[in-house]
Structure formats: structure tokens, C-alpha cells
């Protein structure tokens, strides 16, 4: 139907429901009536003026309800919205695996969103973006070397949904580095903050989930990191940069070779602190020297608190310890902190201090019924001491 056929039955729909309206006006209550359905019959006339206007795939759009069928989403670089038709399941090359109808306005996902890769989004938005992440799986492109996704200025990397958290997976290294790494080139003069928040990291071979360089205060929330196979680089690992805080993150099923590291290794030449909290470190590997699921090295502090469980990980080696190993800083551990059932093939399986190293906090409430040759809880390295029997 044309513009001109619409406005004409409009018209004709309007008087009819005033002339029917006048006949019934004498009624009382039946009057009340007749406004009402002269009412609701305009309402009707108004949404399919509605629905024609919108119909075009590329008219604009402040909200779903002027989008009838379709949904509103954001144009491609602007802040301009425009309705855009809904996708149903479908393969996408790029991400692999069928992925969800994205929700509302997210800046990543297979179809319908500003980017279908979190490569391309981190590229092309500016410093201080909140890039949010629709569910589904993502596989880095397998021609690519190096970092994967490369942050080198202040962003956000956000879940669309804190409930359904999309998955990078099946990452194998092919160069150098990490799925996520973030580095400031300019860090004497311009220091950065980065999130990463509500990202499951999933069966990376031989690339760091994370790997942080140089002078930024990092923060990492609500995110897993299971089953990666380790040979030279840790998990995640942090190093030369401000302060870091790991929280609500699970590191679980993870196999590291890398000397002293079977997770998350924090690593600075200035002094700095690194606080895991509410977290679960459970089930790591280490088969490389000196073990340890966290270590912090170098003037590095490392403080666990909120309830963050540190338990069940192994160290094959003969050397110490699997859980907790701390050089030339402070470990603290607050009283909420379990560290236990640990195994290591030497000493020291639950805590190890070495040289220039001190602990606050270790004692048989937080360290306890783990599993080594000797000094199985807190081992002092420096002095070959038992601190915990």
C-alpha cells in the first residue's frame, strides 16, 4: 500500500469513529466507550504507519520498537542507530562454531554487531572504549603469528553477558606471545589502565592466555583459564607493570614446563603489588623447576585474599613446591585465604620462600594438609628451614 492509499484509509477510519462516536455520546457510559475504541483504532493507524517507515533495513531507529521484526543496533563507526534484520543460528568462519543472536548492542559478535572479531574491534577503537563481547566461540585466525589480540592503548574488554561469557579456544602458538597481550609503548609518559572482564580462555597450546610489559595498572575479573599446555611461557604472566588485581578468576587444568610457573607468574624490576581475590588456582601442573602455581620474583608482592582457594596442584619436579613461591618480595596471605593439598615431588609444596622473600599471613589455618619429601607447608629456601612443618 502507498503513502497516499494509507493517509486516505486513515482519514476514512477517523471519521467514521467520530460520526460513531457523536451517534453514542447521549449513552453515558457507552460514550466512555466509543472514545476508547476511537482511541485504540488510532493507536492501530499509528503502528502500521509505524511498521511501513521501518521496514527499510537501513532507516533509523532509536529502539527496538521502531525496528518491528528486526532490532536496532549501532551503525559501523557512528553513533547513529539503524535497524538491521535478525540473524537466526548460523556457522560463521571466523568465530567457528554457531553462535547465539547477539544481545542488544554489543561491539563484537558473528552477525549484526560493529565487528565479528575481537581483532578487529581492538584495532579500530579508540583509548579509553568499553568493548563488550557477545557469547559464542572465537578462534584466532590460524595464519597469524605472534600476539593474537594486541592491546597497546586503554580499553576495556567487556561480556556482553556476565551469564554467558563468550570463549576464546583452541589457540596454538605460532610465533610469539599470548591470545591477549597488552603492552603500553609509551609508558614514562602515558601509563593506561586495561580490564578484561568475563572471558573464558580455553585449550591454548604453548601462548600465554595473558601477558602483560611496561608501566599500566591491570585488572582481569570474572574470567576462566583451563586447560593450556605450557612449554615456554607461564599461563599468565605479568611483568614491569603497576599493579595488578586478579579477581573472581579461575585457573583450573592448565600443564606448564616453564621453569618455576605453572600458572601465573608476576615478574617487576620496581617494586609493585599483584592482589589475586575471591579466585581459585586448582589442578595445575607444573613440571618444570621450582614449580608453583603463583610466583612472584624481582621485587614483585603478591597478596592473596577474599576467600581464594590455592589447592590441589602438583609439581613433578624434584626441586619444591606447587602452590605459592615468592623471591625478593612479600607474600601475604589474609586469614579467608585456603591454600592446601598440594603435591610436590621435593619440599615446600604449599608455601615457598626464597632468598630476599618474606611471608605475612602463612600459618595452619591458611596452609595446611598439603603434600612434599619434607616441609610439605611453608619451606624457606634461603635457609633451608621448615617454617610450617
Known sequence: MDQQRFDRLARLLGQSTSRRTGVLGAFGTVAGLAAASSAEASRKATRRHEKLACRNANSQCISDDD???????PK????????????AKKKHGGNGGANPPAPLNCTVCADGCPYATIEEAVVA??????????PGTYNPPSTKSGAFIEVNHELSLVACDPQDRPIIETVTNRGDHSVIYVHNPNYEADPFDVLIDGIIFRDGTDVAAISTTFALDFTMRNCTVEGFQMLNLPVAYFQNIGSVLVDDCTFTDNVSEYPETAVIRHYTITPTIMEIRNSSITNNTSNGLNGGAVVGSVDSSLTL?????????????????????????????DASVDVSENTSAGVGAGVCINTGGS???????????????????????????????
Do not use: M, W
Request: glycine letters at 12%; aromatic letters at 4%.
Open 67 to 73: 525496528c518491528c521484526s528486526n532490532r536496532c543496533v
Open 76 to 87: 559501523f563507526g557512528g553513533t547513529e542507530f539503524r535497524c538491521a534484520k535478525r540473524h
Open 125 to 134: 577503537e579508540p583509548a579509553g572504549s568499553v568493548i563488550t563481547i557477545a
Open 305 to 333: 585474599t577474599g576467600n581464594t582457594v590455592v589447592r590441589g596442584n602438583t609439581s613433578t619436579n624434584q626441586s619444591d613446591c606447587a602452590g605459592l613461591y615468592i623471591s625478593n618480595g612479600v607474600l601475604t596471605l
Open 359 to 389: 611471608l605475612v599471613g602463612g600459618n595452619a589455618s591458611t596452609v595446611h594438609d598439603n603434600h612434599g619429601s619434607s616441609c610439605p607447608n611453608i619451606y624457606n629456601l634461603a635457609t633451608t628451614t621448615c617454617v610450617l612443618a
